[in-house]
Each structure stands twice: as C-alpha cells, then as structure tokens.
C-alpha cells in the first residue's frame, strides 16, 4: 500500500474544523440563487481568486461574507452534510464540529435554524457513514462578553446536542481572559472548552486559555514552543493541540510547510492532531493537510499513526469508543502498516 492510500485510508478523526469554513464557492452560489442573496462575485473562479489572504483578519473578512447566504435550516443542512460526505472519503471516522453562532443571530438568523439543520446532518451522517460526531459552539472573540453570554443563553435549550465551548475570530487584542465569565457558566452547565490560542496571538494567551478557560484542547497552539515553561505544561498535562498546517501557511503563521513547527513540536511529545480548519477557504481537507505535511516534514508512517491516535485521543468521545476506534487503527496497521 502505498504512502498516499494509507494516510486516506487509516481511520482518523477531525477535531478542528469550522463548519461554515466547509463552504465551496458551488454551494455558496447554489445557495445564494435559491436565497435570492446577490453575492459580489460574477462565478465560482473570481471568489477562488479572491481566497489570497495576507494574515488572519484578512480570511476572516471574506468568511463572515461568504456565510451571509446561509438562511435557512436547509442550508446548514447541506452545507453540514456536504461536508460530512468528503470526510467520508478521506477516511473520517469521527468528527468534532465548530459553528459560529454569533455570525448568524447577528443577521437576524434564529439559533434554533442554525443549530437543528447542523444537528439534523450530524445525525443523517451518522446514519449514512457511521460517522460520530460532537458539536462545538465557539464564541466569537471579536464580540464583547456580553454577547457570548447572550448566545450561552440561547444555546441552553438544545444544551444536549452540544458537547463544549470554543473561542475564535480575531485573536491579536482579544486574550482568552476577556471572557473567563462566560467560559465558568458554560463550565457549570456542563460544557467542556477549547479555544483557538497561539495561532497569531503570544503564549500568554495559552496560559489564558488553560487557567482562566479551563481548555481541555488548545486550537492551533503553535506558539507555545516559544515558552519552554509551557511546553513543559502542555506535555505533562497531555493537553491536545489541533494544529492545521494548511491554514497556518494560507495566513501566513508560517512562510513555508517546510518550516512548519508540527513535526519539532510531536518529537517534544506533544499530542499533536491534524486538521482543516475551514478547508473551502485554506485548498484543502483533512487529508489534504496530511499529505502536505507528510512531503514536506518527511513524516514517516509511524509518525502518520500517531497522529491518527491522537485524533482519537484527544476527542471528547466516550473512553469505550475511543476504545473502539483505537482497536480498529491497530487492526488498519497491523494488516496495511
Ligand atoms: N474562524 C474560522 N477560522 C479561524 C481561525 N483559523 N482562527 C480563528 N478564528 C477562525
Ligand atoms: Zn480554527
């Protein structure tokens, strides 16, 4: 088996991946004519064109846009579903799924629209892929406090099908403290926490994250190698970072794969994951990412398994269904490894 069939084919799980970021140009205008919504491109190659991004803020500008033609319950359904039929064929067997809410009840999109055709997709891929799945309601830090805590509220009704809390959007002048609040309520509900930290934004806010947001996975990360006191925390704590080479080189967090840290960062034994972060948007999916890197770091299969572990490791399922997924990796490598 070749290199290639084998990173497609190991059974894997994605733990990173922002669903609107899931939304090709060909749906957007499929969407957007049913919709009645005027996009501001003539066809699906001028929006390709217009995926040059130059540092975070500036993807962000163009994903808040391109997520106006989503409306209906409907729409979230497919744009869940067509995602869940790509993971499909790279191999996925579980994914953890962020949603930004505030980007939708800011246009006067209900929660409840957003939150059932996500969920309703969830469950169909379930049905159709054996796919599991958890949800992850992600705060946009660009917003004040007060507004994640609006949206808490919103979200308590349909607290089951949410399994935890994140933090993204812009992360520069943004630091995880300003919404240590929210981030206890949630906790008292119930919610675990993640949030995107270290991506743009200094080792400071990790720290942040984990004390102030109590953060059982860090989103990115990749700036901690830069404080070697939180290395040393992130490792002996086995905090997880979902890491997503793909975006990183896109917003230019680096300049090239081949000076991507992720490879530095596994041998310091950090429970490293890969993902898409918003594939549509960054050229590629879950393993898309995986080949990237596998060419440019020269990662071996060995290292290509661990990270596959990880994936599972680091989820929020169940210890028995970790368990599972963990005896059929051994079973993929002890007969293609
Ligand atoms: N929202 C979608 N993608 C993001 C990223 N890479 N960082 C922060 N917020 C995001
Ligand atoms: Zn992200």
């Keep these: 088996m070749t290199l290639t069939t084998y990173i497609r084919e190991i059974p894997k799980a994605e733990l990173h991946i922002h669903i609107e970021g899931s939304l090709e140009p060909e749906l957007m205008f499929e969407i957007a004519e049913r919709n009645r919504v005027v996009l501001p491109f003539s066809c699906v190659d001028e929006v390709r064109k217009a995926y040059n991004f130059t540092d975070l803020q500036s993807f962000l500008t163009i994903y808040y846009q391109g997520m106006m033609v989503l409306q209906k319950e409907r729409d979230f359904f497919d744009l869940t579903l067509a995602y869940l039929k790509k993971a499909h064929t790279d191999g996925v067997r579980h994914v953890e799924i962020f949603f930004d809410p505030q980007g939708h009840t800011e246009r006067g999109i209900a929660f409840e629209t957003v939150i059932s055709g996500i969920h309703a997709a969830l469950q169909g891929g379930e049905q159709r892929f054996g796919i599991t799945s958890r949800l992850i309601m992600c705060f946009l830090r660009h917003l004040s406090p007060e507004s994640a805590m609006t949206t808490l509220n919103c979200a308590l009704p349909f607290r089951k099908w949410i399994t935890a809390v994140g933090l993204d959007s812009s992360e520069k002048g943004n630091p995880p403290a300003k919404f240590a609040t ?88 950090l429970c490293v994951t890969v993902n898409s972060d918003d594939p549509a948007y960054f050229g590629g999916y879950l393993v898309d990412n995986f080949q990237a890197v596998q ?35 051994d079973r993929f490598c002890l007969s293609k490894g």
């Design 295 to 329: 060419e440019a770091l020269n990662l071996d299969r060995n290292a290509i398994r661990t990270l596959a572990e990880n994936s599972f490791r680091a989820s929020f399922l169940t210890k028995k269904e970790k368990r599972g997924y963990l005896e059929e990796l």
């Design 182 to 269: 929210v981030f206890d309520r949630a906790r008292a509900e119930g919610l675990l926490s993640v949030a995107h930290a270290g991506e743009e934004g200094p080792p400071d806010y990790i720290w942040q994250a984990l004390d102030l947001l109590g953060a059982a996975r860090i989103d990115h990360g990749v700036r901690c190698v830069e404080d070697s006191r939180l290395v040393e925390r992130l490792r002996t704590g086995h905090v997880p970072l979902t890491v997503c080479p793909l975006s990183n080189i896109k917003l230019r967090v680096f300049p090239t794969l081949g000076e991507h840290n992720l490879k530095h960062m596994l041998d310091m034994g």
